[in-house]
């Protein structure tokens, strides 16, 4: 497994949970040129994206997480975060871990179930 996602879970609206994506095998200087991303898929809809970071660590969000997500990167540990605060009912999904490099290409983890309840 090269990425594994954690974290995910039950919460009520406006409750927070933090997802954690590891990257075990990689190298850590090869870790440290990943381009990481989070993303997520609801029942009938297709993959989108939720949030990226570039390995300088600049951030890109999605405008429906805007204020409420953070992403962050912890390079020595091989991890990527998703703290997720302020949760709503439609950020329910599937959340992916996505991982970019320029030569040994794309790779997603297994996928952590979100469940906000109303």
């Known amino acids: 497994v090269q990425l594994q996602a954690s974290g995910g879970g039950l919460v009520q609206t406006g409750g927070s949970l933090r997802l954690t994506c590891k990257a075990p095998?990689?190298?850590?200087?090869?870790?440290?040129?990943?381009?990481m991303g989070w993303y997520r898929q609801t029942t009938g809809n297709q993959r989108e994206l939720v949030a990226t970071i570039t390995a300088y660590g600049d951030t890109n969000y999605a405008d429906s997480v805007k204020g409420r997500f953070t992403m962050s990167r912890n390079d020595g540990r091989k991890t990527v975060y998703l703290q997720m605060n302020s949760l709503k009912p439609e950020d329910t999904g599937v959340y992916y871990c996505?991982?970019?490099?320029?030569?040994?290409?794309?790779?997603w983890g297994q996928g952590t179930l979100v469940t906000v309840s109303s």
């Open positions: 095998r990689a190298i850590l200087s090869t870790f440290s040129n990943y381009f």
């Open positions: 996505y991982r970019n490099h320029a030569s040994y290409g794309e790779a």
